[in-house]
């Protein structure tokens, strides 16, 4: 039996373990530098180019700020002249605000009227679904809003939707005729099929013409429900849609202090403001509520414009236009 080998003090002796490292010497690397700048060449060129494909298809300034769900292939600066949808873009598009870095606001009131409504009236049920109050204060402070009208509103309220016209503080819009759901169970609105949605709009758009010698470019949905096939309707028929980023939430409430709140507590510069001009009993404190509104709103430095205005923001070309692709 091998007997271990000892060091003089008795203990064994230690035994080593030698490790190569091998590495690149910085001459060699050199050598490669050259391909290392090719391949970083070749990607930064890639991106650069699909960057500018993407950019030039999407037609879109760079000096716009937008985010993902922004509207493709528009022409912006078409669309600031409020051109017909046709020369706009291929894609259908829904506005929710104007730019962010004015201090402007859009106060928009709908004025819904459906069959039911028009019942009502005849049955002496209601006596009127026109705020009077609400138009009286906003011509005496001089503050300017946008009306979206329904078809029906505009047959039962005839002189009065002509009287708004000549109006220069009030621009009017398309809320559709009869103010049905364009998609799904909307608020209970009663549904429609998509094969009626050009009708409801284009036959609102000659009582509007009618009414105002003007041709409206701006509509809104029923109870702001849409699909994908409802921007396209709307862009055939020849209107641009407009929703909201900030919800009153007046109607059939009589809380006067949340209304204000639900406003006040959540206007940003550009924002379109949504409320309604039937009066009681479905919006009962509205009209109460609209002036110290607009008094806050002032205070804070905001300036009332309508949403034409709004979206035109000359003197900053900022502008953000979503594109939708399902329901809200």
Request: glycine share 4%; aromatic share 10%.
């Amino acid at each position: 039996m091998r007997r271990k080998k000892q060091s003089r003090n008795g203990s064994p002796t230690p035994r080593y373990l030698t490790i190569k490292i091998q590495y690149w010497p910085i001459p060699r690397l050199v050598l490669f530098s050259p391909l290392l700048v090719i391949l970083c060449y070749v990607l930064f060129s890639f991106v650069y180019s699909s960057l500018r494909a993407i950019e030039n298809r999407v037609a879109i300034p760079t000096t716009i700020r937008y985010s993902p769900e922004i509207a493709s292939s528009l022409q912006f600066a078409k669309l600031l002249a409020m051109t017909p949808p046709k020369s706009l873009s291929k894609e259908p598009v829904i506005i929710f605000h104007g730019s962010r870095n004015r201090r402007e606001v859009a106060l928009t009131f709908d004025a819904d009227m459906t069959y039911g409504m028009q019942e009502m009236l005849s049955s002496d049920e209601v006596q009127s679904f026109y705020d009077q109050d609400l138009i009286a204060y906003l011509t005496k402070d001089q503050v300017k809003a946008t009306l979206f009208l329904t078809g029906l509103w505009i047959e039962t309220y005839s002189d009065t939707a002509k009287e708004l016209a000549k109006n220069p503080l009030f621009e009017l819009a398309n809320h559709s005729y009869s103010h049905k759901s364009f998609s799904g169970d909307c608020y209970g609105l009663g549904e429609m099929s998509d094969e009626e949605d050009k009708e409801e709009i284009t036959k609102t758009q000659t009582l509007l013409k009618d009414v105002s010698g003007k041709d409206t470019k701006l509509f809104r949905f029923p109870g702001g429900c849409y699909s994908q096939t409802d921007l396209v309707s709307a862009k055939k028929a020849g209107v641009i849609p407009v929703q909201w980023d900030v919800v009153a939430h007046d109607g059939f409430n009589d809380d006067g202090e949340a209304i204000f709140h639900n406003v006040v507590d959540h206007v940003s510069n550009g924002s379109i403001i949504v409320m309604h001009m039937n009066g009681v009993p479905n919006e009962p404190q509205t009209a109460k509520v609209v002036p110290r509104i607009v008094e806050k709103l002032r205070a804070k430095g905001y300036t009332f414009v309508t949403v034409s205005e709004l979206l035109k923001a000359k003197q900053t070309p900022e502008i953000i236009i979503y594109h939708s692709l399902v329901s809200p």
